[in-house]
């Protein structure tokens, strides 16, 4: 390969470094990225460490015997919620945790705690899961998309202030993939413009930005615990926040704006509330699945600057860039762009599909969201239209538009899951191999 002794200084992540890197042997002796590919008859990798999800022990079982025998199943009167919020609360670093029942409840209860609602904004990165939209619609709130940093994956940061009017009552940055946004530019922001900031860190448990977790910057941090990410307990959600008062007013929300005389939150304020609470079976498989976490988080870690360090020498293939302030990535998601120039012009479905033949998963990732008809869809809905009027609902189309989005999602981006990230370290070769092979063979799979 041509370039195979070529540097690129892309400065992926701060823990890369820009150091001297040799591709391992197996890859130089061309162990597989000589052969054909699976595609066109040759043989895949024959086995994967790709880790089966959820991963739990005799421990997760003992402690949901324990909860189920105990009787005392809900949160209400529980010691085994409070337990994990106070463990949680210790790893992020915050004052307050509060266990929810998943991360859509997490970001929509704290925007019941802010009172958003119709004819408010909130500004979020149009590459995001949808549950940060819905939680915005479902308060017949504004959401305003802001487009997407291409060499990173995350909101552009540098476009969050021209969004901003003064309907605008929350940035709701996204830590996208488990990578940090920019934190320190939406940070300062929120201070010019007096916005509080609610970070969606569902995809973050363990994100760094500058020492400091993530969902810990703002005014709240969203988590979700459902089955894919990675901390999970099936559904399951938690706010993080140094502010305990924001605390208590989530906790009244949360609990059909009810305080709770049994806890130590008392009553919120607030005038409207619903029931989003944990139970103590999602509580007490948190617990045991934290027993993991560090462990876990650091293999991810490991994995994915080796697999960027071999990815960054394969042209055509660029590891998702990670900011300045990152001291880790959470590595929910491991993002990549592909360039279709070196591989023959091959299309990017025919490179996952030369992928999956070798035994990898690899998927396009989110696309443009403001562009799905579900979302376009909201300029007719009647309600809307109610509160904002047909010409703002008309802006908001214009308003929504995110062209580097729809480059990064048409043509270029993808990414592998995290369990993935949990294999052994050879297998992160062994995807550099399969990649390379597929790159050597392009032509004839572009025909295939
Ligand atoms: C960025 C983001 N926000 C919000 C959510 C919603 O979390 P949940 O599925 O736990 O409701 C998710 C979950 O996939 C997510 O990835």
């Known amino acids: ?38 595609l066109l008859g040759g043989k895949s990798a024959s086995a994967w460490g790709f880790s089966r999800w959820p991963i739990y022990d005799k421990s997760e ?32 670093g915050v004052k307050s945790c509060l266990a929810v ?57 540098n476009k969050i202030e021209s969004a901003i009017t003064q309907d605008t009552k929350i940035l709701m940055p996204v830590h996208i993939g488990g990578s940090p946004a920019d934190m320190d530019k939406i940070l300062s922001i929120g201070k010019k413009h007096k916005l509080p900031i609610i970070e969606d860190a569902c995809q973050a448990v363990m994100g760094e930005w500058k020492g ?36 208590k007013k ?68 660029t590891p998702a860039k990670l900011y300045k302030g990152t001291t880790n990535s959470a590595y929910h998601l491991y993002m990549f762009r592909y360039d279709k120039s070196h591989f023959a012009g091959m299309s990017r479905p025919r490179f996952i599909q030369a992928l999956a033949a070798e035994g990898i998963p690899c998927d396009a990732g989110y696309g443009q969201m403001n562009k799905d008809l579900y979302v376009q869809g909201l300029a007719k809905n009647p309600h809307y239209l109610k509160v904002y009027g047909e010409h703002k609902m008309k802006e908001w189309l214009e ?3 995110c062209p580097q989005n729809d480059k990064l999602t048409s043509e270029q981006s993808l990414w592998f899951t995290q369990t993935m990230l949990l ?26």
């Open 250 to 317: 989530c906790y009244t929300f949360h609990n059909q704006g009810q305080g709770g005389a049994s806890t130590s939150y008392g009553t919120g304020a607030g005038t409207r509330g619903t029931n989003l609470r944990i139970t103590e079976f999602q509580s007490t498989l948190l617990l045991a699945q934290m027993s993991r976490l560090a462990e876990q988080a650091k293999t991810r870690s490991e994995n994915a600057i080796y697999l960027s360090k071999m990815f960054n020498e394969i042209p055509g293939i």
């Open 1 to 38: 390969m041509k370039s195979m002794n070529r540097r690129r200084f892309i400065g992926n992540s701060v823990k890369i470094g820009a150091g001297l890197f040799v591709m391992p042997t197996i890859m130089m002796n061309g162990m597989d990225s000589n052969n054909k590919p699976a």
């Open 399 to 401: 308003r929504i538009n």
């Open 423 to 448: 294999a052994p370290k050879s297998d992160m070769e062994k995807i550099t191999a399969a990649v390379m092979k597929i790159q050597k063979n392009a032509a004839q799979l572009v025909k295939y």
């Open 61 to 92: 079982e003992s402690s949901l015997v324990k909860v189920l025998n105990s009787g005392q199943w809900g949160r209400l009167g529980g010691q085994v919620s409070p337990a994990f919020e106070k463990e949680y609360a210790k790893l992020l």
């Open 212 to 247: 400091e977790k993530l969902g810990s910057l703002g005014l709240g941090g969203a988590f979700s615990f459902q089955s894919s990410k990675n901390l999970n307990c099936a559904e399951g959600g938690a706010i993080t926040s140094n502010d305990e008062d924001f605390i």
């Open 101 to 157: 029942s998943s991360g859509t409840s997490a970001l929509y209860t704290m925007l019941g705690a802010l009172d958003i609602g119709p004819g408010d904004e909130v500004i979020i990165p149009v590459y995001t899961f949808v549950a940060t939209y819905n939680v915005l619609v479902q308060n017949y709130a504004l959401p305003v998309f802001v487009d997407t940093d291409m060499e990173t994956f995350q909101i552009d940061a």
